[in-house]
């Protein structure tokens, strides 16, 4: 079964700019937090371009 990429998977691959991954972060919502967890999402909406989370 193939693995779904979300929008931060998307962005840590280089899939996406900064500049798109920020326009489509501020609009994803309570789907997204539900995917990658609380923590993950308010990080994204707080970084700065070629900062990503760190996985413990």
Request: a negative charge; hydrophobic letters at 35%.
């Amino acid at each position: 079964m193939e693995q779904h990429m979300n929008l931060i998977d998307d962005y840590e691959a280089g899939l996406l700019s900064y500049e798109e991954f920020q326009h489509f972060l501020w609009g994803s919502g309570q789907r997204l937090i539900n995917e990658v967890g609380l923590e993950k999402f308010i990080f994204y909406l707080n970084t700065e371009e070629g900062e990503y989370y760190a996985k413990e």
